[in-house]
T-cell receptor, first 110, second 110 residues
Framework: EAQVTQNPRYLITVTGKKLTVTCSQNMNHEYMSWYRQDPGLGLRQIYYSMNVEVTDKGDVPEGYKVSRKEKRNFPLILESPSPNQTSLYFC?????????FGPGTRLTVL | RKEVEQDPGPFNVPEGATVAFNCTYSNSASQSFFWYRQDCRKEPKLLMSVYSSGNEDGRFTAQLNRASQYISLLIRDSKLSDSATYLCVVNSYGFQKLVFGTGTRLLVSP
C-alpha cells in the first residue's frame, strides 16, 4: 500500500522564519502534489511535480517553493512565512486512478 | 462561481436513515469524478469513484449526470461511523490537478 509521510505534523512558528515541511513516499510514484485546506475554501493545489526536477505551479503558489531532487521526496518550503499561510497542508501522490493524501501538517504562523 | 459546488450542510440524520448529497460542477470537459471522505482534521480518503453508469459499494451509491453536470452520493442505513465530511472531487485537467468541493458535513446520531 502506498504510504505518504509528512513532517512535522504540527508546527507553530513566527512570521519570517523559514521552514520546510517534508513529504516522502515509498512507492516510487512519479507524481506528487501539495495542497492547503482552509475553512470555506476547500483544498487548493499549491504546487505539483510530474517527476524528478519537474515542478509546476498550482492555484495558490505565492509564498511557497518546492523542489524534487529525488523521486521519493517533495519538500514544501516557506522562505518567509506570514500569518495568511496558517493552514492545514497535505501532500499527495497519484495512484492508479486518483490522488492519495498524506496525514497533513497543521501550520500556525504567528 | 466555484468550479465544484456542494451544500455544506450539516445534514443531521438518525442511524438507519438514507441520506443523499449532490454536487454540481461547471467544467463540461471534466473527465473523472470521485467522492472522498474526510474525518475532522485528517486527510481526505477516497470513498469511491463515480462512473457514468452509476456504481455501488455496499451501502454507498454514486451517480453521475453529465448532461446536468451533477454528481450524487446516496448512503443507505446510515451508521454513526459515517459521520464525516464528504468531498466531491472532479478531475478536469488531466491527472495533475483535482478540483475539490468544500464538502458536505454529515452527522449521524443514535
Amino acid at each position: 500500500e502506498a504510504q505518504v509521510t509528512q513532517n512535522p505534523r504540527y508546527l507553530i512558528t513566527v512570521t519570517g522564519k523559514k521552514l520546510t515541511v517534508t513529504c516522502s513516499q515509498n512507492m516510487n510514484h512519479e507524481y506528487m502534489s501539495w495542497y492547503r485546506q482552509d475553512p470555506g475554501l476547500g483544498l487548493r493545489q499549491i504546487y505539483y511535480s510530474m517527476n524528478v526536477e519537474v515542478t509546476d505551479k498550482g492555484d495558490v503558489p505565492e509564498g511557497y517553493k518546492v523542489s524534487r531532487k529525488e523521486k521519493r521526496n517533495f519538500p514544501l518550503i516557506l522562505e518567509s512565512p506570514s500569518p495568511n499561510q496558517t493552514s492545514l497542508y497535505f501532500c499527495a501522490i497519484r495512484g492508479t486512478d486518483t490522488q492519495y493524501f498524506g496525514p497533513g501538517t497543521r501550520l500556525t504562523v504567528l | 462561481r466555484k468550479e465544484v459546488e456542494q451544500d455544506p450542510g450539516p445534514f443531521n440524520v438518525p442511524e438507519g436513515a438514507t441520506v443523499a448529497f449532490n454536487c454540481t460542477y461547471s467544467n463540461s470537459a471534466s473527465q473523472s469524478f470521485f467522492w472522498y471522505r474526510q474525518d475532522c482534521r485528517k486527510e481526505p480518503k477516497l470513498l469511491m469513484s463515480v462512473y457514468s453508469s452509476g456504481n455501488e459499494d455496499g451501502r454507498f451509491t454514486a451517480q453521475l449526470n453529465r448532461a446536468s453536470q451533477y454528481i450524487s452520493l446516496l448512503i443507505r442505513d446510515s451508521k454513526l461511523s459515517d459521520s464525516a465530511t464528504y468531498l466531491c472531487v472532479v478531475n478536469s485537467y488531466g491527472f495533475q490537478k483535482l478540483v475539490f468541493g468544500t464538502g458536505t458535513r454529515l452527522l449521524v446520531s443514535p
